[in-house]
Structures are given as structure tokens and as C-alpha cells.
């Protein structure tokens, strides 16, 4: 993956080269999880680059990802199967 401009705007997206995925990055206490949604959701249909998606965490914390259940689900339908 690589990283966007630190503060670029919605000029570029926050990270790219995840296929099928759009993410949008957040590093906040107190974040709005359906504004950061909706911002990934308008951001996805601009760069058409795949689902919207939000990582975020807050300080000393691990990283959590959000996503539309359609989208997980539709993810999840393409993945390899394992043999096991």
C-alpha cells in the first residue's frame, strides 16, 4: 500500500494499491464513524478505486477497519477458497 499526501485535500486517496478497496484514514478519540462512512462512501465514487472503507484508531490504541456489510460481504464472496 501506499500512502497519500499527509494533507492532500481529497486531491488523492489517503491509501492506495489495496485492489477493490478505497481507504480512508482516520486518527481521532472521538471519531464520527458515519461522517468518516460518509466521506469514504463520496471519496469511493470519486476515485472509483473499490469499497469504501475506514481505518481508524485512537491514540495507543490498535487500528480497527469499518466497512459496509454489503461491501465485507462481496469481498469475502471473491476471496480464495483455502483447502484444507
Avoid at 29 to 53: H, S
Avoid at 58 to 69: A, D, F, I, P, Y
Wanted: charged share 25%.
Amino acid at each position: 500500500m501506499q500512502p497519500g499526501r499527509v494533507q492532500s485535500y481529497g486531491e488523492v486517496p489517503d491509501l492506495s494499491g489495496l485492489p477493490s478497496v478505497h481507504i480512508e484514514c482516520k486518527r481521532n478519540e472521538r471519531l464520527n464513524v458515519p461522517e468518516a462512512m460518509a466521506q469514504a462512501v463520496r471519496d469511493a465514487e470519486r476515485f472509483q478505486d473499490g469499497a469504501p472503507t475506514v481505518f481508524h484508531r485512537r491514540n495507543r490504541s490498535g487500528w480497527l477497519v469499518t466497512q459496509r456489510l454489503e461491501d465485507w460481504m462481496e469481498m469475502s464472496r471473491n476471496l480464495p477458497k483455502s483447502h484444507t
